[in-house]
């Protein structure tokens, strides 16, 4: 009985809420172009329903990532230091804000993040969604050093913005909600999935022997051992999601995931990077220590760190690792280097 | 957008409820659901009791859990009169995230009393396929391994002979020789696990409990000195995994 009523006043509740949209006026949904690399391999991307992709949506976002109207003093955008020339990165070691000051993290590549599937951002996964992640840095005192009262009224009143949020939303006025979905629906659209290594997946090109030489040691148990973490030709995104400690220091300035869980036997562990676009994003780990893959690599083979919570993933630490051969190195740098997109940084549509 | 999705869940919502009472009338159809507990030789392990150094196995071993996840599936129910009702469907049990520990099947299971049993790992047909949510996971084993998928990563730490912390990688995937374009081999590494007779009266939950010390136990006594890490292009190692692995799950508590 109760249940027929429900049904009766759901019903009715459908069509007030449908007769209540008056100006007629909805943005234009946009899906996101799945890559055929990952529709045939991996689970759908993460969108939240209550922020569904559309063309005015992109389109603002995009707008609002380059535009240093976020920062206190007008002189950062977001595209400071994620830059598309660097896959969305920079290139220091770690970056400054708006007063000069340097952060102690480097900043990350910014691509296939709707392919995040534990919603997990930052080095240490802080950030619980994209859209809450954009609220960070417009506050954040070494990074845009803004208050988001005073950029909600500098968008309120500036000539083109209040129309630009009517166009994405259906409203003028603007708010932090509005702008940080507007953003995360941009960081969405960055997707990277045509390097050579995905040409070679999907039968349109050839690997040279050191190439495949390359992916042989990284996905040896007994050479390089890399897929465990950092995915494999069936989990192209190149990277698990996940937090490990991979042996960097044998105590920690940076608690990484272990200051967030507030676990001790999280001390140490940050998210494995996708290892896409490495042509692009040095310097490398989470503070930019290393300025070469060669370094990575050594790091990997001879330079392990041990500490309590070390990944058990990690060998032969009391040798400093798995000690690959010269040319195993060489060629596991071309490898990784076949993970490369150019066609990702050359987009004209994520360029200002 | 939300506005109109509210009305709409409990439109739906009306309907579907509406139908499950007729179900409960007219049908012997039973929900199962597998709930997967683990142990330490009785004592019970959740993710709450990983990476400390407190676990003590058959040789003598000190060791810590950091990671443990696997796959069972090819559930199969067979009546008394060897009716076999077989689901052709797959579980990753995820210890760590806490995540499938529990899995109810979408097929109803009609009133009577079987013999359950499933597979541990994924038999060499299903290993074959392709599985999203598996290659997600990063799940997978290498294409000159064979390719396919890990049955079990169970990843933690002992104290070896030197006395120092060391990690291993009990890895159980199908065993492999010959890695590179054309691998061999040796044995099948999956397994079928019996639960043995189960009278489903109702909607029932079945607990499969893992002995996780049995890993390390019998018949083979594993001295994690000798093996620790690598093991996944070891055969030998492998098939001791699958011998060792056959005393690992029981039947725990059955609600109906």
């Given at each position: 009985?109760?249940?027929?009523?429900?049904?009766?006043?759901?019903?009715?509740?459908?069509?007030?809420?449908?007769?209540?949209?008056?100006?007629?006026?909805?943005?234009?949904?946009?899906?996101?172009?799945?890559?055929?690399?990952?529709?045939?391999?991996?689970?759908?991307?993460?969108i939240p329903i209550d922020n569904p992709q559309?063309?005015?949506?992109?389109?603002?976002?995009?707008?609002?990532?380059?535009?240093?109207?976020?920062?206190?003093?007008?002189?950062?955008?977001?595209?400071?230091?994620?830059?598309?020339?660097?896959?969305?990165?920079?290139?220091?070691?770690?970056?400054?804000?708006?007063?000069?000051?340097?952060?102690?993290?480097?900043?990350?590549?910014?691509?296939?993040?709707?392919?995040?599937?534990?919603?997990?951002?930052?080095?240490?996964?802080?950030?619980?969604?994209?859209?809450?992640?954009?609220?960070?840095?417009?506050?954040?005192?070494?990074?845009?050093?803004?208050?988001?009262?005073?950029?909600?009224?500098?968008?309120?009143?500036?000539?083109?913005?209040?129309?630009?949020?009517?166009?994405?939303?259906?409203?003028?006025?603007?708010?932090?909600?509005?702008?940080?979905?507007?953003?995360?629906?941009?960081?969405?659209?960055?997707?990277?999935?045509?390097?050579?290594?995905?040409?070679?997946?999907?039968?349109?090109?050839?690997?040279?022997?050191?190439?495949?030489?390359?992916?042989?040691?990284?996905?040896?148990?007994?050479?390089?051992?890399?897929?465990?973490?950092?995915?494999?030709?069936?989990?192209?995104?190149?990277?698990?999601?996940?937090?490990?400690?991979?042996?960097?220091?044998?105590?920690?300035?940076?608690?990484?995931?272990?200051?967030?869980?507030?676990?001790?036997?999280?001390?140490?562990?940050?998210?494995?990077?996708?290892?896409?676009?490495?042509?692009?994003?040095?310097?490398?780990?989470?503070d930019g220590r290393f300025a070469t893959l060669?370094?990575?690599?050594?790091?990997?083979?001879?330079?392990?760190?041990?500490?309590?919570?070390?990944?058990?993933?990690?060998?032969?630490?009391?040798?400093?690792?798995?000690?690959?051969?010269?040319?195993?190195?060489?060629?596991?740098?071309?490898?990784?280097?076949?993970?490369?997109?150019?066609?990702?940084?050359?987009?004209?549509?994520?360029?200002? | 957008?939300?506005?109109?999705?509210?009305?709409?869940?409990?439109?739906?919502?009306?309907?579907?409820?509406?139908?499950?009472?007729?179900?409960?009338?007219?049908?012997?159809?039973?929900?199962?659901?597998?709930?997967?507990?683990?142990?330490?030789?009785?004592?019970?392990?959740?993710?709450?009791?990983?990476?400390?150094?407190?676990?003590?196995?058959?040789?003598?071993?000190?060791?810590?859990i950091e990671r443990l996840r696997y796959v069972?599936?090819?559930?199969?129910?067979?009546?008394?009169?060897?009716?076999?009702?077989?689901?052709?469907?797959?579980?990753?049990?995820?210890?760590?995230?806490?995540?499938?520990?529990?899995?109810?099947?979408?097929?109803?299971?009609?009133?009577?009393?079987?013999?359950?049993?499933?597979?541990?790992?994924?038999?060499?047909?299903?290993?074959?396929?392709?599985?999203?949510?598996?290659?997600?996971?990063?799940?997978?084993?290498?294409?000159?391994?064979?390719?396919?998928?890990?049955?079990?990563?169970?990843?933690?730490?002992?104290?070896?002979?030197?006395?120092?912390?060391?990690?291993?990688?009990?890895?159980?995937?199908?065993?492999?020789?010959?890695?590179?374009?054309?691998?061999?081999?040796?044995?099948?590494?999956?397994?079928?696990?019996?639960?043995?007779?189960?009278?489903?009266?109702?909607?029932?939950?079945?607990?499969?409990?893992?002995?996780?010390?049995?890993?390390?136990?019998?018949?083979?006594?594993?001295?994690?000195?000798?093996?620790?890490?690598?093991?996944?292009?070891?055969?030998?190692?492998?098939?001791?995994?699958?011998?060792?692995?056959?005393?690992?799950?029981?039947?725990?508590?059955?609600?109906?």
């Amino acid at each position: 009985m109760i249940k027929r009523w429900l049904y009766i006043i759901a019903f009715i509740a459908l069509c007030l809420s449908c007769s209540s949209e008056d100006t007629g006026y909805e943005p234009t949904v946009q899906p996101l172009d799945i890559p055929s690399i990952f529709s045939d391999n991996i689970i759908p991307p993460i969108i939240p329903i209550d922020n569904p992709q559309t063309v005015e949506g992109v389109a603002l976002g995009k707008k609002l990532f380059f535009d240093r109207i976020l920062s206190a003093n007008g002189t950062q955008a977001c595209a400071s230091c994620h830059s598309p020339q660097n896959a969305f990165t920079d290139n220091t070691p770690t970056s400054s804000g708006i007063d000069g000051i340097f952060g102690t993290r480097n900043s990350m590549p910014l691509f296939n993040l709707a392919w995040n599937y534990n919603e997990r951002f930052n080095w240490d996964g802080t950030a619980l969604s994209l859209e809450r992640q954009a609220e960070e840095p417009v506050e954040n005192p070494i990074e845009l050093h803004s208050n988001w009262e005073a950029v909600v009224d500098r968008l309120q009143e500036h000539p083109e913005y209040p129309e630009l949020f009517r166009l994405a939303f259906n409203t003028n006025t603007i708010t932090k909600e509005l702008t940080t979905k507007a953003i995360a629906q941009f960081e969405r659209t960055l997707i990277s999935a045509n390097s050579k290594f995905d040409r070679y997946s999907m039968g349109q090109t050839n690997l040279t022997a050191q190439e495949l030489n390359g992916l042989d040691v990284f996905l040896r148990e007994d050479k390089g051992d890399c897929f465990h973490c950092h995915g494999n030709p069936n989990n192209p995104l190149w990277t698990d999601n996940d937090f490990h400690n991979n042996g960097l220091d044998s105590s920690f300035s940076d608690l990484g995931l272990g200051e967030v869980t507030g676990d001790p036997n999280d001390n140490g562990k940050f998210k494995s990077p996708s290892l896409r676009n490495l042509a692009y994003t040095a310097p490398y780990m989470h503070d930019g220590r290393f300025a070469t893959l060669e370094e990575v690599i050594n790091h990997y083979s001879d330079g392990l760190q041990n500490s309590s919570t070390i990944d058990p993933l990690m060998k032969q630490i009391a040798q400093g690792g798995v000690q690959l051969s010269d040319q195993d190195k060489a060629d596991l740098k071309a490898f990784l280097l076949t993970l490369s997109d150019p066609s990702f940084i050359d987009n004209p549509s994520f360029h200002n | 957008m939300k506005k109109i999705l509210t009305p709409f869940l409990i439109v739906l919502l009306s309907f579907t409820s509406c139908s499950e009472d007729l179900d409960d009338n007219l049908s012997l159809q039973n929900l199962t659901t597998f709930n997967f507990t683990h142990n330490w030789d009785g004592t019970l392990v959740t993710n709450a009791n990983f990476n400390n150094i407190v676990y003590t196995n058959a040789n003598g071993d000190l060791l810590s859990i950091e990671r443990l996840r696997y796959v069972i599936s090819d559930i199969m129910f067979t009546s008394s009169n060897n009716e076999i009702i077989e689901l052709d469907v797959y579980n990753l049990v995820d210890v760590t995230n806490n995540n499938n520990l529990s899995f109810t099947l979408q097929t109803q299971i009609p009133t009577g009393s079987y013999t359950v049993s499933f597979t541990f790992g994924l038999d060499n047909e299903d290993n074959a396929e392709n599985y999203l949510d598996l290659n997600s996971e990063s799940f997978n084993v290498p294409d000159m391994l064979g390719g396919g998928y890990h049955y079990m990563q169970f990843d933690g730490k002992f104290i070896n002979s030197n006395s120092e912390e060391q990690g291993f990688n009990y890895h159980a995937i199908r065993a492999v020789d010959n890695p590179g374009m054309n691998p061999t081999f040796p044995q099948d590494t999956f397994f079928t696990i019996d639960l043995g007779v189960i009278d489903i009266t109702s909607n029932t939950e079945i607990e499969v409990q893992m002995n996780i010390a049995e890993w390390f136990k019998n018949p083979i006594l594993w001295d994690l000195n000798d093996f620790n890490q690598m093991l996944m292009p070891n055969s030998t190692a492998q098939i001791m995994m699958y011998d060792n692995g056959q005393n690992v799950f029981s039947l725990g508590e059955v609600i109906q």
